[in-house]
């Protein structure tokens, strides 16, 4: 099936250009924001305050929540800390989402920052859990709960003495956990903000 398409003509004089007259195209009023020019200009001007604003009262919450819900521990009025915190380490899976998404919009996969903030997410993550697991396991295994060594599962077994379980409870990687996180974090919003290489 052929179809003989002619070319249209918006030229000065051009046949097309006729008929837009005629039909009232000419003179189309278009849409204008109606915020002034000057107000719009300011709204678009790329400001790193926010973000950084944003990043410290995120920090600041998390250790916050953490704090107190290490303070008030052993009571129940220590739980809306935990959610608080859990919500907050739910967020880092945001930050990973937002980095890569930002990668592919700004075209970064090319630069070093973007790798080297990805590798420290996973070193962050894997450092993290391989310190983590292995003291917290030991206090399952002292609480009388099942418990793994590595990947293998033990049944639960005798409770240890409470003494045994506050020299375990005493010994908790909670500050190197906390150096590693929030450290490791700082780099790699300082990475993404200011981009070096």
């Not at 859990?86 to 700004?106: C, D, E, K, N, R």
């Not at 295994?141 to 240890?160: C, I, N, S, T, V």
Request: aromatic content about 14%; overall charge positive.
């Amino acid at each position: 099936m052929n179809v003989n398409a002619t070319p249209r003509d918006y030229g000065l004089l051009g046949r097309d250009s006729r008929i837009a007259v005629e039909m009232g195209l000419v003179s189309a009023q278009w849409y204008q924001c109606p915020m002034p020019r000057k107000r719009l200009k300011e709204l678009m001007q790329r400001r790193d305050g926010p973000a950084i604003r944003d990043s410290l009262i995120w920090f600041s919450s998390f250790l916050a929540s953490g704090g107190l819900a290490w303070y008030f521990w052993p009571n129940w009025s220590a739980l809306p800390f935990f959610l608080i915190y859990g919500v907050l380490y739910g967020s880092l899976l945001a930050l990973l989402v937002s980095g890569i998404i930002s990668g592919f919009m700004g075209d970064w996969w090319g630069r070093g920052w973007i790798w080297l903030s990805l590798v420290l997410l996973i070193a962050i993550i894997v450092t993290m859990f391989l310190i983590g697991s292995r003291h917290y396991s030991r206090i399952r295994k002292a609480l009388g709960m099942a418990w793994f060594d590595g990947r293998k599962e033990h049944p639960a077994g005798e409770q240890a003495s409470a003494e045994e379980i506050g020299a375990l409870l005493a010994k908790a990687p909670a500050i190197t956990l906390a150096v590693i996180g929030f450290g490791g974090i700082a780099v790699i919003l300082w990475l993404m903000m200011f981009k070096p290489f």
